[in-house]
């Protein structure tokens, strides 16, 4: 009988592994598997949703990039033991650095390493390069579970009126496709008398974009949409162009569906160029995701 490993030999499109489709699918090809590293391919294309007027990539994506590579390897890794494709959830991110542009055109390498694991927790280390050059590097906290996603067992259906109220949008911020769809998914907006805080709801419908992809049949908010969310209201707040140097801490905490009724808060104290970005989105009280990072003006 052919061998699993015959079957699949590397290098292979990353779909055969991932559930990730249409404007979520970032990753090409899985290049390696083995000794707890993974490498993978991404190449940048004009239909890249987190594309700006440029040319250039917001930062948030290449950290999806390296959580959709390491889901390819570990997907490679179910398929040869036969065993349930699983699916894997960003949870975390700690200081993950980001020192050059990408841009139309750059074909990236994904590297990532599985520095411990607990359970269906994994910790990985990894790093993105264009050729010889070091776009970015961080540490990824990971959740996997075998099958296709379910609700969360505390998740109860937007009571009636949820997302429709009428309040204040955010200014359209047409910077990116997505940074364009959560403005217009917003309510409810307001900054704070000293302009040094800033507060929206946001309302993310099924035809969202985030939502095409992931995951097929059971849409979830990705948490790289929850950043940008978290980068949108600050870019609103200082009505100025941000760009991320450093994710000094994230994390995703609770599921987010379609209609779900989602709140952010976003401070942000100025040293000079720099800004240190300190922010929360909730539902109904209770905490979805939380962001620290840093952030300098364009």
Not at 7 to 27: A, C, D, G, K, Y
Not at 238 to 260: H, T, V, W
């Amino acid at each position: 009988m052919e061998s699993m490993k015959s079957i699949f030999q590397l290098p292979t499109n990353s779909t055969e592994f991932i559930p990730h489709r249409e404007t979520m699918l970032l990753v090409d090809e899985l290049l390696q598997y083995g000794e707890g590293k993974i490498r993978g391919t991404a190449k940048i294309t004009r239909d890249n949703p987190f594309l700006d007027e440029s040319g250039a990539v917001g930062q948030n994506c290449l950290v999806e990039i390296m959580a959709q590579t390491v889901a390819a390897g570990n997907g490679y890794d179910c398929m040869l033991r036969g065993d349930t494709l699983k699916t894997g959830f960003l949870v975390g991110v700690n200081d993950f650095s980001f020192y050059e542009d990408v841009r139309i055109g750059d074909e990236l390498t994904i590297t990532t390493k599985e520095e411990s694991s607990f359970g269906d927790f994994s910790f990985v280390e990894g790093s993105i390069n264009a050729g010889s050059r070091l776009i970015a590097k961080g540490n990824l906290k990971l959740y996997e579970i075998k099958g296709a996603p379910e609700k969360t067992a505390d998740w109860k259906p937007p009571e009636e009126g949820d997302g429709t109220a009428e309040g204040r949008a955010i200014p359209v911020n047409d910077k990116t496709p997505f940074f364009k769809a959560i403005s217009r998914s917003s309510i409810n907006f307001h900054i704070n008398d000293d302009k040094e805080q800033v507060t929206s709801d946001f309302c993310f419908k099924d035809n969202f974009p985030g939502f095409k992809g992931h995951f097929p049949q059971f849409p979830i908010l990705p948490g790289v949409i929850m950043m940008e969310t978290i980068m949108v209201l600050a870019e609103t707040l200082c009505r100025k162009e941000l760009k991320i140097i450093n994710i000094s801490k994230a994390k995703f905490s609770r599921q987010s569906y379609p209609g779900d009724l989602l709140s952010g808060e976003v401070s942000i104290t100025s040293r000079g160029n720099l800004r240190q970005i300190n922010a929360k989105l909730t539902c109904n009280g209770r905490p979805v995701s939380s962001l620290i990072l840093e952030a300098a003006s364009k």
